[in-house]
T-cell receptor, first 114, second 118 residues
C-alpha cells in the first residue's frame, strides 16, 4: 500500500509565477490536509478537504492560494503570483474518513521562490 | 483556541545520554489527541505516537517513552540512551475532536531540534 505521494518534491519558481503542488492520498483515503512549514518554524494548518468539498480553509491566506480535491485525481494546492515569502515546505496528509484521527503525511514539497 | 508549546528550541547531548523533550498544550476540549512526530534531516515527517485524552497511561516503545500528565497539560517525550540517528527535529501536536468531526486538524508546536553527538 503506497503512502501519501507528493510531487514535485522540489519546486523552484520565480516571483510572479504560479506554483502547483500535488498530493495523492493513500489508497482509500478521501480526506486531505495541507500544512505549511516556513523556514525554522513548525507546521501550520492551511486547509482540509474531502473529495469535491473544502471543509475548513481557515489557515489559507486570503489571496493567491487555493486548493481543490476533485472526484478523480490528486489534491492540488495552487499558489498564484508567488512571492519570496511563499518559500516553504508544504506537507499533505490524508486519512480514510471523518471518524479517523490519525493523519498520514507525505514527504513534502519544498518550494523555493527566487 | 488550541496551542502547543515546546519551550526547548534545541537540545544537544552526547551519545548514550537520555534526553527529554517538553510539550505543554492548551485546549478547551475535554476530548483530544496528542501526537509526536520526528523530522529527520531528510525532511519527511515520521509519526511516533498518538494518545487520546482519556488514556493517561505512560507508554514505552524501545528507547522511546512518553509521559502524559493531564493535570499539567503536558505530554513529554524521552529518548533513552540516545544515538546519532536520533538527531532530528521533534514536533508535538494536538488535535481536537470536534462534534461535527469536520476538523481534527493538527496544531503543532514549534519543534525541538535534538543534536546527538558521537
Amino acid at each position: 500500500n503506497a503512502g501519501v505521494m507528493q510531487n514535485p518534491r522540489h519546486l523552484v519558481r520565480r516571483r510572479g509565477q504560479e506554483a502547483r503542488l500535488r498530493c495523492s492520498p493513500m489508497k482509500g483515503h478521501s480526506h486531505v490536509y495541507w500544512y505549511r512549514q516556513l523556514p525554522e518554524e513548525g507546521l501550520k494548518f492551511m486547509v482540509y478537504l474531502q473529495k469535491e468539498n473544502i471543509i475548513d480553509e481557515s489557515g489559507m491566506p486570503k489571496e493567491r492560494f487555493s486548493a481543490e480535491f476533485p472526484k478523480e485525481g490528486p489534491s492540488i494546492l495552487r499558489i498564484q503570483q508567488v512571492v519570496r515569502g511563499d518559500s516553504a515546505a508544504y506537507f499533505c496528509a490524508s486519512k480514510p474518513g471523518q471518524g479517523y484521527n490519525e493523519q498520514y503525511f507525505g514527504p513534502g514539497t519544498r518550494l523555493t521562490v527566487t | 483556541a488550541q496551542k502547543v508549546t515546546q519551550a526547548q528550541t534545541e537540545i544537544s547531548v552526547v551519545e548514550k545520554e537520555d534526553v527529554t523533550l517538553d510539550c505543554v498544550y492548551e485546549t478547551r476540549d475535554t476530548t483530544y489527541y496528542l501526537f509526536w512526530y520526528k523530522q529527520p534531516p531528510s525532511g519527511e515527517l515520521v509519526f511516533l505516537i498518538r494518545r487520546n485524552s482519556f488514556d493517561e497511561q505512560n507508554e514505552i516503545s524501545g528507547r522511546y517513552s512518553w509521559n502524559f500528565q493531564k493535570s499539567t497539560s503536558s505530554f513529554n517525550f524521552t529518548i533513552t540512551a540516545s544515538q546519532v540517528v536520533d538527531s532530528a527535529v521533534y514536533f508535538c501536536a494536538l488535535s481536537e475532536v470536534l462534534i461535527k468531526a469536520a476538523g481534527n486538524k493538527l496544531t503543532f508546536g514549534g519543534g525541538t531540534r535534538v543534536l546527538v553527538k558521537p
